[in-house]
Structures are given as C-alpha cells and as structure tokens.
Antibody, heavy 118, light 107 residues
Framework: QVKLLQSGAALVKPGASVKMSCKAS????????VSWVKQSHGKSLEWIGE????????NFNEKFKGKATLTVDKSTSTAYMELSRLTSEDSAIYYC???????????WGQGVMVTVSS | DIQMTQSPASLSASLGETVTIECLAS??????LAWYQQKPGKSPQLLIY???SLQDGVPSRFSGSESGTQYSLEINSLQSEDAATYFC?????????FGAGTKLELK
C-alpha cells in the first residue's frame, strides 16, 4: 500500500535551514505529484507547493517562494523539502502528501515537527 | 487566492446525532473540493473528494454535497470515533487552500 515515511523532528536555530525527507513506497514514485503542507500549532493547513518526480516540475504557493525548495531523488523514491532563513513563524508540522483520484492531497505522511528556537 | 470560509469553528453533538459542516468558497471551484478528518496527533485523512465522492474505506455515514459555492459535509449517526477536526480544501486553482477547520466534540 502507499506509504510516505517522513524524517524525524528537527530543532533548528533562527536563520538556519532545514531539509526534510519523504520516502515513498508502495507505488511508482515518478507517476504522482508530491505536495507539501504546513500546519502551524493549533491552526489550519497551508499548501506550500508540489513537485512531479518524473520531470522535477514544481508549482508553489507564492507565499512560500524563496522559503521552500522542493527536490526529489528518483533512485531512492524520496522527496525533499528544504526551508531556508528560518524564523519562529516556520515552527510547524510539515506533511508530505501524494495525489490520488485526481486529488492533489490524498495520501499523507506522518508529518515532521520543526521547531525554530535559539 | 480562493478563500474557503468554514463553519462552525466548533460544535458539540451526541452519539447518534447528525451534524453538518459547511465551507463557502469565494468563487466557483467547480466541485474541486475535498474533506479531511484529523484526529489529535495524527495526519489528516481524506474522506470525500470531488465534493461528494466517498474515499475508499470511509463509512457511508459521511456524505458531501454542494449548492453553488457552498459545500457541506454531513455526518449521520455520530460515533465516538468521529470526534476530530474536519477541514475542507479546494484544488480548483493554485494555491490550493484549506478552510480553518471545525472541531467536533462528542457529548
């Protein structure tokens, strides 16, 4: 079955960067878009952007352009998101997701908690 | 960006009751709407897609409907395991946007 296994929690200092991973299994990695979603503590969800592993094509929420970089490693079926110039506003849980049934956000990873603190 | 106004923010209901959660889109999203359920400490799970199609494995007491730009999620015969936060999301246009969420508590 489809599984998206994300990397562990991260504690990072303000101004630094963090790179998280999302290892896919149970399907052909290159055939489906991978989206990333942010959930700030106790709040709603924000779509960050998506990447198509086969071509590397991306689409971003304007709000996260310059903040998030999306990449993939097809050899390991892993998607990555790097967040740069971190501030306390970036403290959140970040989910990777995969599209299904034409729905961009169908399957979800378990989430990565990122805490930005000095 | 398309705004998704979700209501109510929270509600409390008893076992066996029926509840309705609504999302109002700021423009026509042509049924490109999904509903998700999120339990504490867990990832959201897809319940409904294309406004009214039930995702595989989701109990039939969940249903979705639409009227113009108003979308509704109905949960019939509430069960204890339905206590969760529910979100709507439009995927008609970039950026995909979510409603603020509805926290459902069981009395």
């Amino acid at each position: 079955q489809v599984k998206l296994l994300q990397s562990g929690a991260a504690l990072v200092k303000p101004g630094a960067s963090v790179k998280m991973s999302c290892k896919a299994s149970g399907y052909t990695f290159t055939d489906y878009w991978v989206s990333w979603v942010k959930q700030s503590h106790g709040k709603s969800l924000e779509w960050i952007g998506e990447i198509y592993p086969n071509s590397g094509a991306t689409n971003f929420n304007e709000k996260f352009k310059g903040k998030a970089t999306l990449t993939v490693d097809k050899s390991t079926s892993t998607a990555y998101m790097e967040l740069s110039r971190l501030t306390s506003e970036d403290s959140a849980i970040y989910y990777c997701t995969r599209d299904t049934t034409g729905i961009p956000v169908g399957y979800w990873g378990q989430g990565v908690m990122v805490t930005v603190s000095s | 960006d398309i705004q998704m106004t979700q209501s109510p923010a929270s509600l409390s209901a008893s076992l066996g009751e029926t509840v309705t959660i609504e999302c109002l889109a700021s423009e026509d999203i042509y049924s490109n709407l999904a509903w998700y359920q999120q339990k504490p400490g867990k990832s959201p799970q897809l319940l409904i897609y294309d406004a009214s199609s039930l995702q595989d494995g989701v109990p039939s007491r969940f249903s979705g409907s639409e009227s113009g730009t108003q979308y509704s999620l109905e949960i019939n015969s509430l069960q204890s395991e339905d206590a969760a936060t529910y979100f709507c999301q439009q995927h008609h246009d970039y950026p995909y946007t979510f409603g603020a969420g509805t926290k459902l508590e069981l009395k």
